[in-house]
């Protein structure tokens, strides 16, 4: 369901910083190896619904905007 592809997005990037956030408050090494494996997680498990929402029907005025995110999903994971 797109919907559900779409609402996946945000949280596996919202996940992600707050993960990694918590490994640098606790800098602990055990800590800091699980929240890097779950941000990993929660980054794949957002590129995985984006890259299936993107395979989904899109009209023409979806088509526009989610050009525009994936060049911002991109341009986010290079810069950091």
Not at 25 to 51: C, F, P
């Amino acid at each position: 369901v797109p919907l559900g592809d779409l609402a996946d997005v945000p949280y596996g990037m919202n996940r992600t910083r707050v993960v990694l956030m918590d490994a640098l408050l606790n800098q602990d090494s055990t800590t800091v190896k699980k929240r890097v494996a779950q941000a990993e997680a929660a980054r794949e498990r957002a590129r995985k619904a984006w890259k299936h929402y993107l395979g989904t029907y899109l009209t023409p005025e979806e088509k526009v905007l989610a050009d525009k995110l994936d060049q911002a999903i991109g341009a986010l994971e290079r810069q950091g």
